[in-house]
Each structure stands twice: as structure tokens, then as C-alpha cells.
């Protein structure tokens, strides 16, 4: 993977970030990597996560789900237990015969027609939740296990779970016999792609789960004390010292297709670990070509608070575009549909440095397990890196229990004052 | 469909507005009325847009696709080309045994793929370009066309056009004898979603489009010269006036899954038409209650510098949650999964108001026709009223243009000095 910031440079943009500042600020990096490999060592809370690439067990998940031959794996989790097999699959599913979906929601009508339309008895379901008691995730599995009853599906015999070691998911799978993965001490949801959190449907759709864990752990091998050795720090220092300059919004916006849901992986990863204290960079979730269409105006002549960040892979599969003699079109004919993405890119890069607006590019080398295993390792170091600088717990996400509060004392599942805050709401409803 | 600014007030949040600067802001809002009323009268550029429920021909769209019987449409088109139709047909396919698929992006590896999965024969493609020279419509329009023909499939049998008066594609319409649509005039591509642009996929997919225009006519009926009496102002109005008081961010937030890619029209609306002059408000697109893990956290302990817009609609399918004896999970057992999640909307919009986080409510009646219809035309109707208070040209896009010349120079297709400014890119590299 590379890194190149030179569109994020002082002397390219504004908010930009000067190289004197820049040797100041690795200065601070080289203390950063300190405790972060100190963390790592210690496997302290939350740096135990940049260790999973050399712990994870791909046999052991492989073995987990052997027996299955599915048409379709189902993901039952939400945040963190959901996000990384889904930014995975859709990066590497390429032609396998087995889909993935995913309920991360609880909207009812979204859950009746896809539990309607999949093919139950050729089914397999992973629930996922570290507590076993999230509330949406467990409303979903029970739904699920009733409409796999309903159709005549045991699905004792095609459920795999992965929580804690303990709570109602555990007690299920010792009770059922079910085969049950353990979700990694130490590790936050958001950390947990390269885990049995986030690689079960992966091995059940036949990806390369071992690439996988040598991207990450290649990128482990590349971590230096200083950002210019290495373009995870790379990345989360610049985005860091920028947001410190004005450039509040970080729109990550990768140049294919297969990395669109690795957009909000990153969004969850960059907001709930550094939106804290008052702070933090707000991630914006973008694709390119399309949304030069859509938010392209705004990032180059809007307020200058906004980092865009472009990501493409250097190698694409072929799609030639047929030759054709309508005179406006002749440009396009013959070429090929990877090359007008990659001018596309060049041009949005371009585009914002001719008005001084900052981006950075990251380019990892193929949509292939090791370059996407290194890419979601680089983005969980960069994010660690971006923590230390700006003074944050980053492994903790204390704002969400609030509302989990408000959530259950409204359905009933006991005395929570948070609750009473939400009949107490003021009212200017214009209609 | 009724709007709640309660959460927005400086009495509840910081931001907030208080309640006479919100007096006078409605001064401001009558003259705004004034020029708006004027402009739709008067079917002047982008103002038109606000007539279409009045003007767009359902039969006349019906009657294009009339004769065909697909299991899929494919829309072939980029930005508000797509947007609407995709939106659109999300959010009120239902049970339609169509499928609505959109080329929207020139990623060679999903291209191939999508063509693969296909079935052609049974397939119509409607191609959306105003130009008809928009580069990623017209490279996937060509591809397509080759998939048919090597699939033995009469693309021309198959497709129905939407463009402008001239062009390549109206050329192509006439020669083929094709279905041929008229963009309507004086309408940006991102307020066309009520018109030819964004309804024919819904026509082929059954979708009352009907309902969806007196959706539109209710919004039209509902403007008045007070804030206070017309809900679409008071969005406007009141998103307008937080982002003078430093929430530069809006994260739009639907708690239903139907309007996931409601959250991104609305970001290519409010990006594109106010992100201008160095100003304007960044659209963040977000899902509830997905995303309250993942990035409320952010917006309840970050900066701030964020509206959070929660919408919902006030009715929704059941979907029981089966009755369990499991102990920590009895409080779900027996409610329904759209309890569990209005639950989780309230308690969000609690949870920020807790933390003096404001929000705003948009409710609409249900997931249907009329409602939905009414959504879309109210937000363009705030997004003008906002326009109108920035005091930006609402219906331009000029920050485009760059980029797209400096992408046609590379590909070889005349000679454009942005081209140039690509080779010249100041690197900074880490690897």
C-alpha cells in the first residue's frame, strides 16, 4: 500500500500542512509508535487489535464452517459485528457462488422481504454480538429462527455464532451444540474485521482468508517511528494535523465499486473511535466516479473543511468500451472502462489541487485479499495513530450507551431515567 | 408530512436558533416565497423543477414502457440521471417482481459482473443522459449494447431513451426508432426525480406514479410565506440557520431502510446546489438505527458543528419478535421489530438533545406513493428556501466542469489545458 499526501501539502492547499510542521509532527509520531508498540506487546485493550493479523486462527474459522455448503450466508450483527464481513465479501466475492446479506437493521419491512426471499434450507446464519444481549442483533436472530421454523428449516443445524464468553448467545450454542467462535479479548467491534467477527462469511464464500491475514500482518511488519516509512502513520498523521487546520470533513472516497461498503467501515472506525471530547474528524462516505456527480461541487467550492481522501487499487480487470462513430463519443471507443475511471480519478485529484483543496491517495496494489487485508489494517493503525495525536481514548465509545439506555427503558426492559427524557421532548412541529 | 424543529432551538441546543432570531428569519423566508412563487410562475431555470408534479405526464411515461414486460430494468445514467429513479424504486418496489438495477459508475470489475448476472433477454435499459455525451452513460450504454448483441439480445427492442432535444442520444432514438423521453426543460438533473428522469423504472416496475405526482402537488399546495405554516420552509430554514451557527454538517438520518438512498439524493441535492462561494452545508449520510453504532458517538461527542435530521414514517409493517424466556432478552419477546426501532429513533433524538446535539424531526405518513412523493418535493423546496437565504445560484454546477475536461484531455478527447495540470501533481509517496 502507498500513501502519497503531497496534494495535502502547504504549499499545494489550504488547509494544507507545511514540511517543517510535518517534521514536527513526526517527531510526534515516533512517540506515538512507542506506546503503540508497547500496546501491542502488552496486548492492552484495544492494541491487541493490530495483533489479530498474527493471532487469528484462519484454520480454526475454516473448520468452524466446514460441513456448510450454502447458497447464501446471513449475517445477524450490527456496527462493529457486521461491518467487517461486509466490507470483505463485497471487496472479494468476485465469482463465488455463495452470497452474502447482512440484517444490520431492525426495519421491519426490510427484514420480512429478505427473509422471504432467501432460500432458508440453503441458509447459513452467523449471529454475532460479544455480549450476546445487543438488543437489535438479538431481535433479529430470534425473527430469523422462527421464520426458519416456519418454513420446516432446523436451523440448529445452520447457525454459527460468535459472541463472549458468556450471555445468551454462549448459552445458546453449548445448549444446541452449535458450532461457536470466540470474539477476540481486547479488541473493540470496529477492530474486529480481521477476526472471527468478520471472516466467517468470508470463509464460507471461499476467500482467502490466509492473504487476508498476511496483508495485515505485512502491514504490522511495516510499522516504523516515523511517518515517512510508513503510509499507515502516513495517512493518520496528515489526516489528523488537517483536521488541526480546518479540515474537519474527511471524505473517503474509493475509485471502485467493491470497496464502496469499506467507505462506512471507515466511517464507523474513524467516528466512533476519535469523535470524542469535542473532537474529531467527521468521516464522509463517498464514491468515485459517481459522486463527481453529487458532492464534487461542494468539496471544491465549498467551505475548505473537507480532506478528500481517493483510493483505487493499480491493477483493474478489462472492460473494453466498443468502438463506435457517433462523433461526441469516438474519444471513448476503444478504450477501456478501467482507464475512464483512472482519468476520472486523476482529474478529481487534479481538479482539487487547481483550487488548493487537500487530498491524499491511497493506492493498494490489487482487489486481492492481501492488498484489502492491508488496507483495513493500515486504515485500524492510521486511526490508532490519529488517537494518540489528538489525546483520545480511542478504543472506548461511551456517547452510545445513552441511548441503548433511552432504548431499552422504553420497551420496557427496566427503570432507566433516560427513558423519561423521551417523553419530556420539546415540541415546534410545523406541518 | 410534518417537520419538528424543536430539538433546534437555542433552548435545547448549541447550536440552536432562538426563537425571535427564528421570527425573523421567517421575514426572510416570506421574501424568499416571494421570489420562489415568482420563479415557478414564471417557469424560470431550476425553478421549474418545482412544477413538475403539475406538468410530468404519467401517461405519457407509461405509455413509453407500455408493451414491455421485464424482470429487470436497468438504468444506465450518473448523478441525478440515477439518483431519483434509484431512490425512487427503493423506496416503493414492495413486492414488485421486477428488479431495478443501475449502471451509475464505469468500475470495469462490476460492469462485467452486473452483465454477467443479468438475464438480458429479459431485460430494458433506460438510458439517461440530457447531453447524451455525459462519458460514463455513453461507455456503459456502448458495453451494454455489446452485451446484449454477443448475448444474441436486440438491444434496440430494448431500450428506452431519455434526453434532451439533440445529441447523440436523440439521434440514436430516431435512427433505431426507440422509445424517446424528453428531459424537461429548465430542470437540473437533481431536481428531476418527479420527471421522465427518475419515473420510467418505477412505470416498469408498477409503482403508483400517480400518487407520487399528487405527492409532489400536496408539497407545492403546502407553500406558503411563513415558515411556520409550510414544513419544506421550515427545513430549509431552520438547516440554514444552524449552519450559520456552526453546524456545517447535516447528517440526514432515515430510520427506515426504504430511504437509504433517499439519504444519498439528499446529499447530492444539498451538496451540489449549496456548496458554493465557499460556503454550504455538508450532507453526511447516515442509517438509523445502524449507524447509531457507528457514528453516534460522533454526533453526540464530537464537535459541534452537526444537525442530525432523524425521518421516519409513522407507520410501518408488522414483524413480531417471537416471545423468548431467555432473561435478558424478555423485554424484546412479543414487540415488533418497528417498536424496537421507533424505540431507538426516540431514543436518539433524546440522547442529542441530552447533549444539546440539535435535531430535526421529518415525519411522513408511510412508505407509499403519495408520502414519498411529498418527501422528495419538499426537500427540493428546502433546498431551495435555503439557496434562497445563502443567496447562491441554487440550480448551477460549475465546480464540475474542471474536472470533466481535465478527464476527457487524458482519454485523447481534445486538447484541455486542465489535462496538463494532472501530469504536473506534486507527490509525496510513503510506502
Known amino acids: ?196 467477527v468478520g471472516l466467517v462469511p468470508a470463509a464460507m464464500m471461499g476467500v482467502d482468508l490466509e492473504g487476508l491475514l498476511a496483508g495485515g500482518r505485512a502491514g504490522a511488519d511495516a510499522l516504523a517511528d516515523s511517518l515517512y516509512d510508513c503510509p499507515a502513520y502516513a495517512y493518520g498523521a496528515v489526516a489528523y494535523a488537517l483536521d488541526e487546520r480546518g479540515a474537519s470533513v474527511n471524505a473517503m472516497m474509493p475509485y471502485v465499486e467493491g470497496l464502496e461498503s469499506f467507505a462506512e467501515w471507515f466511517a464507523q472506525l474513524w467516528a466512533e473511535s476519535l469523535g470524542k471530547d469535542g473532537g474529531g474528524q467527521t468521516p464522509a462516505r463517498a464514491l468515485g466516479a459517481t459522486d463527481q456527480h453529487s458532492q464534487l461541487q461542494l468539496y471544491r467550492a465549498g467551505p475548505r473543511d473537507k480532506l478528500v481522501t481517493v483510493v483505487r487499487p493499480a491493477e483493474r480487470p478489462d472492460c473494453a468500451i466498443p468502438e463506435t462513430d457517433v462523433a461526441d463519443l469516438e474519444y471513448l471507443g476503444g478504450q477501456d472502462l478501467g482507464t475512464l475511471l483512472d482519468a476520472e480519478f486523476e482529474a478529481t485529484e487534479a481538479s482539487l489541487a487547481a483550487a488548493e483543496r487537500p487530498s491524499v491517495r491511497i493506492e493498494i496494489d490489487a482487489m486481492d485479499a492481501e492488498s484489502v487485508g492491508r488496507l483495513l489494517y493500515d486504515m485500524e493503525v492510521a486511526c490508532v495513530v490519529a488517537g494518540e495525536l489528538y489525546g483520545v481514548e480511542t478504543f472506548d465509545q461511551p456517547a452510545v450507551e445513552w441511548g441503548k439506555n433511552a432504548a431499552r427503558g422504553l420497551l420496557g426492559g427496566g427503570d432507566f431515567e433516560e427513558a423519561e427524557a423521551v417523553a419530556e421532548k420539546t415540541e415546534l412541529v410545523v406541518e
Open 1 to 196: 500500500m502507498q500513501v502519497d499526501i503531497g496534494n495535502a501539502l502547504a504549499s499545494e492547499a489550504d488547509p494544507g500542512i507545511g514540511r517543517s510542521d510535518l517534521d514536527d509532527l513526526d517527531e510526534r509520531v515516533a512517540d506515538a509508535h512507542d506506546r503503540i508498540a508497547r500496546g501491542m506487546a502488552d496486548d492492552d485493550f484495544g492494541y491487541a487489535s493490530l495483533n489479530l493479523p498474527e493471532r487469528t486462527d484462519a484454520a480454526e474459522i475454516e473448520r468452524a464452517v466446514d460441513g456448510f455448503d450454502p447458497e447464501a450466508v446471513l449475517t445477524v450483527g450490527i456496527g462493529g459485528s457486521a461491518l467487517g464481513a461486509i466490507t470483505i465479501t463485497e471487496a472479494l466475492a468476485g465469482d463465488s457462488p455463495v452470497d452474502h446479506y447482512a440484517l444490520d437493521n431492525v426495519d421491519p419491512a426490510h427484514v420480512t422481504r429478505l427473509l422471504d426471499d432467501l432460500p432458508l434450507a440453503e441458509t447459513v446464519v452467523h449471529v454475532v454480538s460479544r455480549s450476546g444481549t445487543t438488543a437489535e442483533t438479538l431481535a433479529n436472530f430470534l425473527v430469523v429462527r422462527e421464520a426458519m421454523d416456519a418454513a420446516g428449516v432446523d436451523w440448529s443445524e445452520r447457525t454459527v455464532v460468535t459472541t463472549g464468553e458468556a450471555g445468551p448467545l454462549r448459552e445458546l450454542a453449548e445448549t444446541e451444540g452449535l458450532p461457536a467462535l470466540d470474539v477476540p479479548e481486547g479488541v473493540p467491534g470496529r477492530f474486529s474485521a480481521l477476526s472471527t
